[in-house]
Structures are given as C-alpha cells and as structure tokens.
C-alpha cells in the first residue's frame, strides 16, 4: 500500500514538474511588443546606414530571457525588386520556430518559401544584442516576419572558442 502512495506521489509531482516546464518554456517569459517607433528597418547596399520601409499591421513578441526569441510580423507595399536593388541580402538564414499560440509567426511555412524564392531575407540590424543579428524576410505579396539569429560572434562566444578581433568586445557583467 505504501508503494502505491508513494509511487502516485513521485507520479504527481512528475506530472506537476512537467507541466510547469512547459508553461515556463512555451508562455511565463513572453510578452506582446509594440511596434518600433522608428519602425522597421533595413540596412542599405554598400553601407552600415538603415531606412525605415512602411509598414502595417505589425504584431511582435520577445523575451527577456533570451535575445533570439523576438518574433514579429507585419507588411509592407515594398515589392521584392525594390528591396533587392537597395537593401543588403542575408544568405542561409533560417527563421527560427514561435510558440504556437503567436499564429502569424509559421516558421516552417516561412522556411519553404525562403526555400522556393517566393520570400528573401534582408539584414535589419547587426549586433542588435551581442552576437545576434535582427533578421527580416519579406515574401512576394508583402508579408514580412523578423527574428533575431546568431551571428558569427554569437556563435563562437556560445560555444567557447575564441571570438577574435572582427567581434565586438564581449558585455561584462554588472559589478557591484
């Protein structure tokens, strides 16, 4: 009888533990953002300089848990010649997967049409938090979506191997 009870107890416990996880990992540390008031950008051929697209209809999250979990989706008028002849390209980007319940963020459709070429991608902003680059893909009819993705820096100083001297420096942690 003892067992039972014990086992039934380790078995809610489990049941508890879990559930709390997901919450944690799927809903606790994510909140709505409103949309840039300087609005999304771009940044320009040949440069470091941005500019601001038009926009409508923009909805976003993130997390101050981690810098990659910005998620955000909108559109714009822009056509993709327009963006191809005066913004800067991002090659092999891949958008990262949104909670389920963030419905305009479908990362895996994203991914087929960046695959088709009926959508490309565009760097919004580099370093944006150490490491990590702001990501824009727009598709063919205007619908655009961003993310944030680890860049070269982000990924060597994640994994431990030297970072080196194109990074920049590495944030220090506050001292009291």
């Not at 609005?39 to 848990?65: C, N, R, T």
């Amino acid at each position: 009888m003892m067992g039972k009870i014990l086992g039934s107890v380790i078995l809610a416990f489990a049941l508890f533990a879990g559930a709390a996880l997901y919450y944690l990992q799927v809903y606790a540390f994510y909140e709505e953002v409103d949309a840039p008031a300087e609005g999304v950008s771009l940044i320009m051929l040949g440069g470091a300089e941005s500019e601001v697209i038009p926009m409508d209809g923009f909805q976003a999250i993130d997390a101050d848990s981690s810098p990659i979990r910005y998620r955000a989706c909108f559109t714009t008028p822009y056509s993709l010649a327009l963006l191809t002849e005066t913004f800067q390209m991002v090659e092999d980007a891949t958008p990262r997967n949104a909670p389920n319940w963030f419905d305009c963020f479908d990362a895996a459709a994203l991914g087929a049409e960046l695959e088709a070429g009926t959508a490309l991608t565009f760097m919004s902003q580099k370093n944006i938090h150490f490491g990590v680059d702001r990501i824009v893909a727009i598709t063919d009819d205007g619908r655009g979506y961003v993310w944030h993705e680890l860049n070269d820096c982000g990924e060597k100083a994640y994994d431990g191997t030297i970072v080196g001297e194109e990074c920049p420096p590495l944030p220090t942690a506050p001292t009291e």
